[in-house]
């Protein structure tokens, strides 16, 4: 089994920032692609950002500029860093991580975490 756990979203006013964390624990033999997703209301879940374990990346054209993807392989986290935040990025945030255990190799969701950006 593989656990997600994400952490630092919240309230923010617009122009704000606020740093995601996402952190995968349990029978990890690998992990490939980690990434972002966001799901506002109403609205089908897209992706934000993703990151490959060489640190190649990839933003949806929009975002790209106001946020940055990082990881750090060696505590298996990946980070989102989201500056000049506004109102319509309000969405709950998800963390996905492609990860391999010894014997079966899966797409992996964290629980989310809401980032509401309003005055």
């Known amino acids: 089994q593989v656990q997600l756990v994400e952490s630092g979203g919240g309230l923010v006013q617009p122009g704000g920032s606020l740093r995601l964390s996402c952190a995968a624990s349990?029978?990890?033999?690998?992990?490939?692609?980690m990434g972002w997703y966001r799901q506002a209301p109403g609205k089908q879940r897209e992706l934000v950002a993703s990151?490959?374990?060489?640190?190649?990346?990839k933003y949806a054209g929009s975002l790209k500029g106001r946020f940055t993807i990082s990881r750090d392989n060696a505590k298996n986290t990946v980070y989102l860093q989201m500056n000049s935040l506004k109102p319509e990025d309000t969405a709950v945030y998800y963390c996905?991580?492609?990860?391999?255990?010894?014997?079966?190799?899966?797409?992996?969701w964290g629980q989310g975490t809401q980032v509401t950006v309003s005055s």
């Open positions: 996905h991580a492609d990860v391999s255990s010894r014997s079966y190799r899966g797409d992996y």
């Open positions: 990151i490959t374990s060489g640190g190649s990346t």
């Open positions: 349990g029978s990890i033999f690998s992990i490939y692609a």
